[in-house]
């Protein structure tokens, strides 16, 4: 085992830089709703919505690219073999998963959206022993699964659970569809990165999956405002930034962890998305119903890593 390896393997790197990547995911989701209102773009309006994530994507990927370069000491291209990996990673992790998240917010709640959109992490646990040699869903694991899930139910709606009631195959099936498009890319990424570095697959995939949405935004008539000022465009530089260094973050320890160990970590995202939120609307962050959900993950990434 080489020294990066084991590095990235200790649980308190894994940890601690886990909790860096959720933290501005999570910061995502209150920043994105701020961004919608400086560019003037409406809850329902998806071809503008693909059109600032594209560019905000794609200016992601170019910042991971350049870094990687400027740590090289050289231009760096991808293999040419490689190329049609890269793009169907991007086709799926980025413009489609984007496309299905965007279109089912449209016609389901905020909560609920928020919700399904973060079941990639148990996909993945429930995907793994179908893929991975040696895996196995035991039952432990299953119980880990529930007890995060009902973590993340809290985290959305509280304890008003008539809001789950009803199912729209627009809406939550949309979102759903989304978290499986990233939880199978997961292990296709993770197979390309035996043969590339992570900041290769994570940057290209985003850039090339970035030009997808541009595309689509375009042609179906999406527009930004621009004239909120330098308060926008920091913001869409913070999101960018954010995007980069999270995705590639998570690449490397994609990279060198255990697919379980490393997936089920992401359910801290919701958490820091409505502590954040609660922060930034100025209200209370450590309610009753937050904390218990946070108990309840973390109890469920435990018992989850237990045999990870």
Known sequence: MDKKASYFQKN????????????????????????????????????????????????????????EMICNKKFLLPPVNELPSLIS????????????????????????????????????VLISPLIIKGQKLTPLKIFGCILGFFGLVLTSVGTDFSQLAGFDIRGEGAVILSSLCFAVTFFYAKKLM??????????????????????????????????????????????????????????????????????ILKLFTPIWGAILSSIILQESPFTLINITALILVCSGIWLINREA
Do not use: H
């Not at 940890?15 to 209150?30: D, E, K, N, R």
């Not at 984007?98 to 996909?123: E, H, K, M, P």
């Not at 949405?213 to 869409?236: D, F, N, Q, R, T």
């Open 12 to 67: 308190t790197v894994l940890i601690s830089l886990s909790l860096l990547c959720t933290f501005l995911w999570g910061s995502a989701s209150p920043a994105i709703k701020i961004s919608y209102e400086l560019f003037k773009i409406d809850s329902n309006d998806l071809y503008s919505k693909c059109l600032i994530a594209g560019i905000r994507f794609f200016i992601a990927g170019l910042i991971v690219i350049i870094y």
């Open 89 to 124: 990673l991007g086709l799926v992790q980025t413009s489609l998963q984007y496309i299905l998240f965007y279109t089912g917010l449209a016609y389901t709640t905020g909560a609920r959206g928020a919700l399904f959109s973060s079941l990639d992490g148990f996909f993945i």
């Open 194 to 263: 035996n043969r590339m570095s992570p900041q290769t697959v994570t940057g290209w995939q985003m850039m090339l999956g970035a030009i997808v949405l541009i595309v689509i935004g375009l042609v179906g008539g999406g527009s930004i405002y621009w004239g909120s000022g330098i308060k926008a465009i920091l913001l869409l530089v913070y999101l960018c930034l954010l995007s980069s260094v999270a995705y590639t973050v998570w690449s490397v320890l994609m990279k060198y962890n255990p697919v379980n160990k490393v997936s």
